[in-house]
């Protein structure tokens, strides 16, 4: 009896064997064990900032052997921060119907690409009495990101509050791309007329390529006293401007009247 159950025992356990072993070579069989391929028509895309996001998979598409073209899975899965301005890595990624997962890159160059570049809601000149806030007088703007007026950070500044005099302030900003700028500025503190001329700029900060000299008087928007209006009042322009040397140049405008008041602004100048 014991011998019968010994050789069914035997028997059972040579049939699962038999039948796990053929389950297996079936399973294997069935399962795939492929991967995607996704394909690039070139190693670089070129592109407009203004482009859509969509426009990064230009050129991509993807097959897998068990599920045929599966472009329309194909995914941006990152994009890197410069390597240099302009420039960064982009990633692909596309996974098929067994959940196995390919990635590519490929380098995306912005053909329009411009740093970034800050500009001053007002000319950095206080009075003692006044509220000297840097921080909110200094903007930036990117050409990717728009405004990014958030992003300025003063560095530096020896400024004292309350205290008349010229002080240097450091500011840097950086875009969502990683490309950081900087800029030192002079601020100067001085003491307040009641009748001195106010100067409206039409920007307190320009930028200018190497070699240029802009007529630096245009850039006076309107002089008032007291809200007055001045048409007529006497002009003084003075700057160690150097348009053959990159830098950051202060052109200082004097304007006073015929009671001897005196007014003060100041255009800052970048010469890139």
């Not at 990152?78 to 098929?96: H, L, M, N, R």
């Not at 160059?109 to 806030?133: C, G, H, N, Q």
Request: charged fraction near 25%; glycine fraction near 4%.
């Amino acid at each position: 009896m014991i011998k019968w159950l010994q050789k069914i025992t035997l028997l059972l356990f040579s049939v699962t064997l038999v039948a796990f072993i053929a389950f297996s070579v079936i399973d294997r069989i069935k399962t795939d064990t492929t991967v995607p391929v996704i394909t690039v028509e070139s190693d670089t895309i070129e592109m407009s900032v203004r482009d859509s996001k969509e426009m990064l998979l230009r050129g991509v598409t993807a097959f897998d052997e068990k599920d045929g073209d599966i472009t329309d899975k194909v995914l941006v899965e990152s994009v890197s921060k410069f390597i240099t301005p302009g420039e960064c890595t982009v990633t692909y990624a596309v996974s098929d119907s067994d959940r196995h997962v390919s990635k590519v890159t490929r380098t995306l160059r912005y053909t329009d690409y411009t740093t970034p570049e800050f500009y001053m809601k007002r000319a950095l000149v206080y009075s003692v009495d006044e509220d000297v806030d840097i921080r909110s007088a200094i903007g930036a703007r990117d050409c990717i990101d728009g405004d990014i007026s958030d992003k300025v950070t003063i560095t530096a500044t020896d400024f004292v509050e309350n205290t008349a005099g010229v002080f240097t302030v450091s500011v840097s900003a950086a875009n969502s791309m990683g490309d950081m700028i900087y800029l030192d500025v002079t601020v100067h503190v001085e003491g307040n007329e009641t009748m001195a001329p106010q100067i409206q700029l039409e920007k307190s900060l320009i930028y200018v390529k190497k070699g240029e000299t802009p007529v630096f008087e245009d850039y006076i928007k309107e002089v008032t006293v007291n809200g007055v209006l001045m048409k007529n009042y006497n002009l003084l322009v003075s700057t160690n401007y150097d348009c053959d040397k990159e830098g950051t140049y202060n052109v200082h405008f004097y304007i006073s009247t015929n009671e001897g008041y005196e007014g003060h602004s100041i255009l800052t100048v970048v010469v890139e």
